[in-house]
């Protein structure tokens, strides 16, 4: 069964509602600029709050290589997320687990996007995600053609769009290790909401079944 992360966490209200609707990891942005990011002061309440229950992701943008290593390990994040043009050799020098994302762009060509997954091969996890600038209705059937299409040799977490209404549609096709998720379950940027996450976390758990009500 797919696990869930619930991305963009901003405080510890938001954080133990997650983890009581089901998720199995919590994503802190730590992205200047981002409407939902946290900054270590904060997260670091949080997490404290949290005490372990749950594995933690600490995402970044192109951040500086330093930056990253001392917040990873200030707070003992689980994972480490980045979410920019960090070359393998970057990935590498962090020092802990390391969840890359690559964005799949519709008009790219496979073989391509077979080659950047392949360049990643070193890393813990891949992210398949969706460019800002794409419209979500237009993309997720030709990005889950894409990512069966790919040779992935690696658990990997599928974002882009999803909410609980969706979420069935991505496991019918595809298996990813885990569904990520951050707007599908807000009221409003940064801000969860506990029956949008209930229903996310219901959805994936239900994931065993889809295949089944496909084809019948």
């Excluded at 998720?23 to 670091?44: D, M, T, W």
Aim: net charge negative; proline share 4%.
């Amino acid at each position: 069964m797919a696990e869930v992360k619930i991305c963009g966490i901003t405080n510890s209200s938001d954080a133990k509602n997650a983890i009581t609707a089901g998720a199995n990891y919590l994503g802190f942005i730590f992205v200047p600029g981002s409407a939902r990011a946290i900054n270590e002061e904060a997260a670091q309440e949080v997490l404290k709050f949290i005490g372990g229950q749950v594995k933690t992701v600490a995402v970044f943008r192109n951040s500086e290589i330093a930056d990253v290593k001392r917040i990873a390990k200030a707070l003992k994040f689980d994972y480490v997320q980045l979410h920019g043009s960090e070359s393998p050799e970057f990935c590498q020098s962090v020092g802990a687990p390391i969840v890359k994302v690559i964005e799949i762009d519709p008009d790219s060509d496979d073989a391509k996007l077979q080659e950047l997954l392949d360049l990643y091969k070193s890393c813990d996890y891949i992210l398949f995600d969706k460019p800002k600038q794409l419209d979500f209705a237009t993309w997720l059937d030709v990005a889950i053609e894409k990512v069966e299409n790919l040779r992935v040799s690696r658990p990997y977490f599928f974002a882009g769009g999803l909410n609980h209404t969706n979420v069935r549609r991505v496991l019918s096709r595809i298996k990813p290790h885990a569904l990520d998720v951050a707007s599908g379950v807000e009221v409003s940027p940064g801000l969860k909401d506990m029956d949008k996450m209930i229903a996310f976390c219901g959805a994936v758990s239900d994931g065993a079944n889809v295949v089944n009500e496909a084809i019948s």
